[in-house]
């Protein structure tokens, strides 16, 4: 799930950097198949990435001043179906944008698949302030006042940790380089919550 931002293009950001194989997730699934549910969750990872890959290919496009205030009410959310995208945006625009998205993501720019603002990284702020806060609550005296300092020393150290956790967190569990999809169709329709969207509907390929 993503909101906006601009992407570098650069495939260098992040430690432990490997290439990712192109048949890679389809070996995965040939040799799992008797996994149930196993291409749905291998979908949706690649989904995730191609939604995040179009949101940063419309931040860049226009002029800046527009693509800024247009973006700020630019959402998306993956199925294993395909993305819904939120916001004003137009549909040959959207059409352009993904393909773009999926041709630059899949040639190398690796980075693409990777938000600031996706959902992952609120996640992940959340699992890391609860953590730590039980750490630091086990570790610290019962006394009320230094039970606070500890609360607000572990809020403020996750906070610092999860975009950097979160980044990881996308790069190499919640999302996959886009390698076996195929765009079907791009339409206007309504989310499970009844709100406008474009549906970005997508399927597998070998």
């Known amino acids: 799930m993503t909101t906006t931002a601009s992407a570098s293009g650069r495939t260098d950001q992040f430690p432990f950097d490997f290439a990712p194989q192109r048949t890679q997730d389809a070996d995965l699934l040939r040799q799992l198949n008797f996994v149930p549910g196993l291409k749905e969750v291998l979908t949706l ?73 996706c959902g992952t990284n609120l996640s992940v702020g959340m699992l890391l302030t609860a953590g730590l806060a039980v750490g630091i609550n086990l570790a610290l005296p019962r006394g009320p006042i230094l039970q606070l300092l500890g609360l607000g020393a572990a809020a403020a150290a996750a906070a610092q940790l999860a975009p950097d956790v979160g980044a990881l967190a996308q790069r190499y569990v919640t999302t996959a380089i886009p390698f076996n999809l195929g765009v079907v169709d791009i339409s206007v329709t309504h989310d499970f919550w009844g709100r406008e969207a474009h549906f970005v509907r997508v399927r597998w390929v070998e």
């Open 45 to 117: 990872r690649q989904v995730h990435a191609l939604e995040h890959a179009t949101v940063w290919v419309l931040s860049q496009s226009g002029p800046a001043a527009t693509a800024r205030a247009d973006n700020d009410l630019l959402g998306g959310m993956s199925t294993d179906q395909g993305f819904y995208l939120y916001g004003r945006v137009n549909i040959a625009q959207l059409r352009q944008a993904v393909g773009e998205a999926l041709q630059r993501i899949a040639s190398g720019e690796w980075d693409l698949a990777v938000h600031p603002r």
